[in-house]
């Protein structure tokens, strides 16, 4: 087998569990990329540190599957590895849907894997995961003899490992519009052209969070995309909730998924720019007891990180001057570059801002079946927030 040798000077980050190897700490590597692209690394001194997969065109070439000598890469691993995935998920309580994969929290770097019960939605995001598809549908068809699988790697950053957008069936084709469950909830989930995968499950245990806060409430959720959180805020009592996103498509869905629910008397949904809208109804002095913000991330780069602070800190100003006295914010934020601590910062200016007061009611990140490793900052991106606003 190849074998990859690191240079002396390395950070301790792949040392301390981190998987991905950057072609700067790669001394030299022997042999040809073979064609199922395992390697194996050793360090400088010839100690063996794991098995992972190469790809020389990426600024990663290397990512390792397993740090274990004995530990063969082959079908029965991918069937062994996403085993223990559902397992863990199941132990936490997870029934119908859940990230079944994700990625180097798991253990299985670049491979994407959401269920939506018996519907399966993968994404591949690099070369040497993407090999291994078919190996990975099969442990999916033994494990769960799913209704469908479908493969959503229609995702730009396929591109840095030379791998071309697309999507399509990965199982015999089936009607990709489905129904899922969550809290006593249905909502439609558009398989094929939804974003992402298809739904927002990372924040499905945040959803219940706003249970007691929105009773009686006139609530406003910005960055709705199909209502889910809205739809919650009806179900748990509201008064009255007003959604909006800026994609039409998504604004249908949610009405869709308000009627499919019973609710379509309390939700209204409305296609509109967030900046725009709160900002004109924070001068026309509206009022809300809750307002939501669930906005997609603001920046992947450093060199943009100025303007993602600029844009929660303006978000979030606008909503909280929107609330009543009282009234409870309901933020999140999924850009990875944003710290916990950095949200929190900006949080606060954002009160100092708006002259307002706030206490912390709730701070917690994604839901656990997105499992978090301390030393993969990746794998920790999602704040979720509530305060009360007086
Ligand atoms: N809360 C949702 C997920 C929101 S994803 C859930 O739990 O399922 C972020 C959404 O923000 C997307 O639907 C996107 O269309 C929308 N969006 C992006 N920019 C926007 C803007 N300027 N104004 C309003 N919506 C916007």
Redesign the pocket.
């Known amino acids: 087998m190849p074998v990859v040798y690191l240079k002396k000077r390395i950070s301790d980050r792949v040392l301390n569990g981190h998987p991905w190897i950057f072609n700067n700490e790669i001394e030299k590597w022997d042999d040809e990329v073979p064609e199922n692209r395992v390697v194996e690394v050793f360090t400088y001194d010839k100690k063996f540190l794991g098995r992972g997969y190469i790809n020389p065109l990426s600024r990663i070439p290397v990512r390792l599957l397993t740090r274990d000598r004995n530990e063969k890469i082959n079908e029965t691993f991918f069937l062994n590895r996403i085993r223990k995935c559902w397992e863990y998920r199941e132990k936490l309580g997870y029934v119908e849907n859940c990230r079944l994969v994700f990625g180097e929290a798991d253990s299985l770097p670049q491979l994407i894997i959401d269920k939506f019960n018996d519907y399966f939605v993968i994404q591949t995001l690099a070369l040497g995961i993407d090999i291994w598809k078919t190996e990975i549908v099969k442990a999916l068809n033994t494990i769960f003899s799913p209704k469908g699988i479908y493969e959503r790697n229609d995702v730009p950053v396929r591109e840095l490992e030379g791998l071309p957008q697309q999507k399509g069936f990965l199982s015999a084709p089936f009607n990709t519009q489905i129904v899922i469950r969550e809290n006593g909830l249905r909502f439609n989930v558009d398989i094929e052209n939804g974003?992402k995968t298809g739904?927002?499950l990372d924040?499905q245990d945040n959803?219940r969070k706003i249970n007691n806060i929105v009773k009686d409430a006139d609530v406003l959720?910005?960055?709705?995309?199909?209502g889910?959180?809205e739809i919650h805020a009806a179900h748990y009592g509201a008064r009255s909730v007003k959604g909006?996103?800026?994609?039409d498509g998504?604004v249908e869905q949610a009405k869709k998924n308000a009627a499919l629910n019973g609710l379509q008397n309390v939700c209204q949904f409305e296609a509109?720019?967030?900046?725009d809208v709160l900002k004109q109804w924070s001068k026309e002095g509206k009022q809300y007891d809750v307002v939501m913000l669930?906005?997609?991330a603001f920046t992947k780069s450093r060199d943009t990180i100025q303007k993602a602070i600029t844009g929660y800190k303006e978000i979030n100003l606008r909503g909280m001057k929107l609330l009543k006295p009282g009234g409870f914010l309901v933020t999140?934020s999924c850009t990875n570059l944003v710290s916990p601590e950095l949200f929190l910062q900006i949080i606060d200016m954002a009160a100092k801002d708006a002259r307002r007061k706030i206490r912390q009611v709730t701070f917690q990140t994604q839901s656990s079946d997105h499992p978090v490793i301390r030393g993969i900052e990746s794998t920790w991106y999602l704040k979720f927030l509530i305060v009360e606003v007086s």
């Not at 909006?244 to 994609?247: E, G, P, R, T």
């Not at 509109?272 to 900046?275: L, R, T």
């Open positions: 974003q739904y927002f924040q959803r959720g910005a960055f709705c995309y199909t889910t959180f909006i996103d800026i994609s998504a509109a720019n967030a900046f669930d906005p997609p999140s």
